[in-house]
């Protein structure tokens, strides 16, 4: 992927075992997936990789990325726990919780899209 120089969103769903991650953003007051802006001369892999970690403490493979117009998302498979992160708390689901900070229609589009591509990996 090429580098980039305007600001651009990112974020992840990632998979470990058929559930996937994702953060409870205390000021937003709902669950999130983990991703945020991209710096400039990052690549948006490099973007989304950085903030995955920064928010939710852990790494990830990108497997596949889509773009939906005003961010990217990336399907990604969940790897090692780098770090704590007091600021949010993280937990896999099996389904989209209720209490949500963005869109809902948008993860139940992205969530089984980023499940089929991480399967087998």
């Not at 651009?8 to 075992?17: D, I, N, S």
């Not at 209720?98 to 089984?112: K, Q, S, W």
Request: include cysteine.
């Amino acid at each position: 992927m090429t580098q980039t120089d305007t600001d651009q969103t990112v974020y992840a769903v990632a998979f470990k075992e058929g559930r996937f991650l994702m953060v409870w953003n205390p000021k937003r007051k709902g669950w999130e997936m983990p991703g945020g802006h991209v710096k400039t001369g990052e690549t948006l892999e490099e973007g989304v990789i950085r903030e995955f970690a920064e928010e939710a403490g852990y790494a990830i493979r990108v497997v596949k990325m889509r773009d939906l117009g005003y961010c990217h998302v990336f399907a990604a498979v969940l790897g090692e726990k780098l770090q704590e992160t007091p600021e949010m708390r993280v937990e896999l689901f099996d389904e989209i919780p209720e209490e949500l900070f963005f869109d809902r229609a948008e993860y139940e589009d992205v969530v089984p899209w980023a499940k089929t591509e991480t399967e087998g990996f």
